[in-house]
């Protein structure tokens, strides 16, 4: 099993501001594959916007094109540590976000379906 936990949201970062995300990946770190960032807005779908190859230094990210150019998913394989920084928020980036692992399956791209296992969530709210 693998444990994850968010951290760095809640409160409220004004439109064009910036706010780092962290998710702490406990347990049987080793069986991950990939990890991956996702979202969700109130009466929407859950989104897939960044994945990473775990514990590899030349893995090719993964963003979804909403966030592609300003956001950037990277990782600290010494703390078993993954990251989303967020720059030039908008007021449409307001979602639960949530951390994944993933045993398997393609990293090239962000597909719910692949990941494994889910962190609890953390909120980000922009402001206009």
């Known amino acids: 099993q693998v444990q994850l936990v968010e951290s760095g949201g809640g409160g409220s970062v004004q439109a064009g501001g910036s706010l780092r995300l962290s998710c702490a990946a406990s347990g049987y770190i080793y069986s991950i594959y990939c990890m991956g960032w996702f979202r969700q807005a109130p009466g929407k779908e859950r989104e897939g916007i960044a994945s990473l190859r775990h514990y590899t230094s030349n893995g090719t990210p993964y963003y979804a094109d909403s966030v592609k150019g300003r956001f950037t998913i990277s990782q600290d394989n010494a703390k078993n540590t993954l990251f989303l920084q967020m720059n030039s928020l908008k007021p449409e980036d307001t979602a639960m976000y949530y951390c994944?692992?993933?045993?398997?399956?393609?990293?090239?791209?962000?597909?719910?379906?692949?990941?494994?296992?889910w962190g609890q969530g953390t909120q980000v709210t922009v402001s206009s």
């Open positions: 994944a692992a993933a045993r398997g399956g393609s990293c090239a791209r962000v597909n719910e379906a692949d990941f494994d296992y």
